[in-house]
């Protein structure tokens, strides 16, 4: 069992975390932690971290994988021992079931697990739990329910707040597009089934075009010019990602269409486009797959190595990206092709997060799994 | 330069049978594979025009030149390998290379050296294609597949996995531009073109392409310089993906890690569906321009339709294993 290999150590003051906390602010997490409580960490023994993940190449991963890193090395400072290995399944679900079954066999303490796909990998996941791995899912979620928790966004959410900014911009009536990312994909696949039950529910609305198109802009432009041409008189473009939507933007611009509402995501390359055209009245709506699940995966995790209550499921919040606070998203600073988000969580933010979703759970005011 | 390799002997064909009847020999109806593409083109395009009328104007149509201009121009080298009887993976991760670095080229050195030294970096990466194939023996699937996973790896390190983008007039107006109110990516592609299409059609590099492509050993038995020719084919590829991973960058006007991803499979569709045989050796360089416009026209038709997206997909893979049946059938 994990927690045999544990030893034991003493926590660590609270002015070593803080000096933690400014040196995570350094690798890169723009975060208030020098100013907050920074709780200490679970007294757990040298651990074994994996990160199962379905492919590392797109940004949003490298985003994740930069997050994790930070979080590791805030929690090394503070004195624990952790060997941490990134193993890529390179798109391939046979080869993500390969190397979870690795973990599996080399004894990792932590397998953190971004599923390639939703049903194939339950048995193995189920393997890793039954074997004392902790397993912490987020982002693609498993089917099974055989691992330790669950971190997540509500994607069906997603779809239906986008989807009824987009019926309320329209005053419920309209023809629009709908892009959805590529077929099969669950996550696509949520978000859209939350937007179409708002359309659906609308009369007004008339979706006169959709399509489903990989999180790439350059395919993108090409499908909304074929869309846009045959349909130049849609009301709104409804889209479920920001490289959808950047596109969705420029084609207009580039077809000379009118800049009707669109609805995004917390894509850089989008919002600094949204930004600037604000004052000449263009109007969006997004939201954000938050990169720091990561951190709450990881922390959660490490709480349960320690043998502390947690959560199998911790429901994070969507934010919401308006016309009015968009520019504080928009990041100079940041590559286009990058996810912006203004305030990560600190370490007591993390915790509190967790320890309301394991609050929520026990009082039975939240289902134990979603 | 590495010993050239002495391709496996391979075995004389059986001699044909003899017409079992030589007072009327069997005439067989052959169509070159080159004008059913174009014949499929035309046919799916009059469709289109049919169908939306938001694509029977100039712009539209314009607008599809030049999308079908930057897969015509990575699937221009990729015509080159596979004619030689290779293929090349890893276009689509040089696609990538060439947007991320050259835009953090041009933020740091500037615009000109920014793109002479993307290109001649995507060059040296079809060179080392090349040297893999000839000097290691690798099977071209397996050498330009490892690349493709090796830059991508690079990419994910190379400043930090973070993509900067570079402002660049130059690339901008060669990507989203009119030059005689012809898209000017079609004019990249047309002189692309025309220099593939000389260097195949007159001169003894062309020859030796075709020659490597039918008979490797027989080639090499010839005098041509297999080696040679190969590393140089591939860093042709190399260099033409650099070339519109560059262009992309100025469609989009940002460095993106997944701008190359259509290519991979895109490019080699081009080329087959343009006619040439995917073991090399036959083919003709204008059927991938029509290729590239057939694969354009259709994702431009199955996104207009109200189908659903596994309508869609089947739809097109059917259209496309339709006419390799069909260019097969035409073959001797």
Redesign the interface.
């Known amino acids: 069992m994990t927690s045999a290999r544990c030893s034991r150590r003493s926590f660590v003051s609270r002015s070593a975390a803080l000096a933690a906390a400014v040196t995570a602010v350094g690798h890169g997490r723009l975060t208030t932690l020098a100013q907050e409580a920074t709780p200490a960490v679970p007294d757990v023994g040298p651990l074994r971290v994996g990160w199962s993940t379905i492919y590392?190449?797109?940004?949003w991963m490298?985003e994740t994988?930069?997050e994790i890193e930070a979080e590791i090395e805030r929690l090394r400072g503070l004195g624990l021992e952790i060997e941490f290995q990134v193993f890529d399944a390179?798109g391939d679900t046979a080869t993500q079931i390969a190397q979870i079954q690795t973990m599996i066999d080399q004894q990792y303490d932590i397998c953190l697990l971004i599923a390639g796909s939703a049903t194939a990998l339950d048995q193995v996941v189920g393997s890793a739990h039954e074997a004392g791995v902790v397993v912490v899912n987020w982002d693609s979620l498993v089917t099974t329910d055989q691992l330790t928790a669950k971190v997540n966004t509500d994607q069906i959410e997603w779809g239906r707040m986008t989807g009824q900014w987009m019926v309320d911009q329209l005053g419920g009536e309209g023809r629009i597009l709908a892009i959805n990312g590529p077929?099969g994909i669950s996550v696509s696949e949520a978000r859209w089934e939350g937007a179409r039950a708002v359309f659906e529910a609308t009369p007004g609305i008339e979706i006169v075009?959709?399509?489903?198109i990989?999180?790439?802009?350059?395919?993108a432009?090409?499908?909304l010019?074929?869309?846009?041409?045959?349909?130049?008189d849609v009301d709104g473009i409804w889209c479920q990602a920001g490289?959808h939507a950047s596109a969705a933007l420029?084609t207009l611009q580039?077809?000379g269409l009118p800049l009707v509402p669109i609805t995004g995501e917390n894509y850089n390359?989008y919002l600094k486009q949204w930004c600037a055209l604000v004052p000449e009245g263009f109007s969006s709506f997004a939201t954000a797959q938050v990169n720091y699940m990561a951190v709450i995966s990881l922390d959660l995790a490490i709480q349960a190595v320690a043998g502390e209550p947690t959560p199998s499921y911790v429901d994070v919040p969507l934010p919401m990206i308006d016309d009015d606070n968009v520019c504080e998203w928009a990041d100079d600073s940041?590559?286009?092709?990058?996810y912006a988000i203004p305030q990560v969580p600190g370490p007591a933010e993390v915790d509190q997060i967790i320890a309301e979703a394991l609050a929520a759970e026990e009082s039975g005011a939240t289902p134990a799994s979603a | 330069m590495a010993t050239p390799i002495l391709p496996p002997a391979i075995p004389s064909p059986a001699p044909a049978p003899a017409d079992s009847d030589a007072s009327t020999p069997r005439r067989r109806f052959r169509v070159d594979p080159v004008w059913l593409t174009f014949v499929v083109l035309l046919a799916l395009w009059v469709y289109s025009l049919l169908r939306?009328?938001?694509?029977r104007?100039v712009?539209?149509n314009l607008?599809t030149l030049r999308?079908a201009a930057?897969l015509g121009i990575v699937a221009a080298g990729q015509t080159m390998v596979v004619l030689m009887g290779g293929i090349d993976l890893s276009v689509a991760a040089v696609v990538t290379m060439a947007g991320v670095v050259g835009g953090n080229l041009i933020s740091t050195v500037g615009e000109a050296p920014a793109i002479i030294l993307t290109l001649l970096i995507a060059a040296v990466v079809g060179a080392v294609n090349g040297l893999g194939v000839v000097a290691l023996r690798l099977p071209p699937l397996v050498m330009t597949l490892a690349s493709l996973?090796v830059i991508?790896g690079v990419?994910?390190v190379y400043n930090?996995?973070?993509?900067?983008?570079g402002e660049s007039a130059f690339l901008g107006y060669w990507a989203?531009g009119f030059l005689l109110r012809v898209p000017t990516p079609v004019w990249v592609l047309a002189l692309v073109s025309v220099v593939c299409v000389l260097l195949l059609q007159r001169t003894a590099y062309g020859r030796a392409v075709y020659a490597i492509g039918n008979n490797p050993r027989a080639a090499f038995l010839s005098g041509v310089p297999v080696g040679t020719v190969q590393v140089a084919t591939y860093a042709l590829s190399g260099l033409l993906a650099g070339l519109a991973g560059l262009l992309?960058l100025g469609?989009?006007?940002?460095?993106?890690?997944?701008?190359g991803?259509?290519f991979l499979l895109l490019s080699i569709a081009a080329v087959v569906v343009g006619g040439t045989s995917i073991l090399g050796g036959r083919g003709k360089f204008v059927g991938t321009i029509g290729g590239a416009l057939l694969l354009?026209v259709l994702?431009?038709v199955l996104?207009?339709e109200?189908i659903?997206?596994?309508g869609r997909?089947i739809v097109q893979g059917v259209l496309i294993l339709a006419l390799l049946i069909a260019y097969a059938s035409t073959e001797e």
């Open positions: 590392t190449t797109p940004s490298t994988q930069n390179n077929a075009g959709t399509a489903n990989e999180y790439n802009e350059a395919p432009l090409t499908e010019a074929s869309l846009l041409a045959a349909n130049p490289a420029k580039q077809m390359a940041l590559p286009d092709d990058w | 939306v009328e938001g694509f104007t712009d539209y607008f999308v930057f996973n991508q990419l994910l930090a996995g973070k993509p900067v983008s989203l992309i469609r989009t006007g940002y460095s993106s890690k997944t701008a991803d259509p354009t994702v431009n996104t207009v109200n659903p997206e596994a997909m």
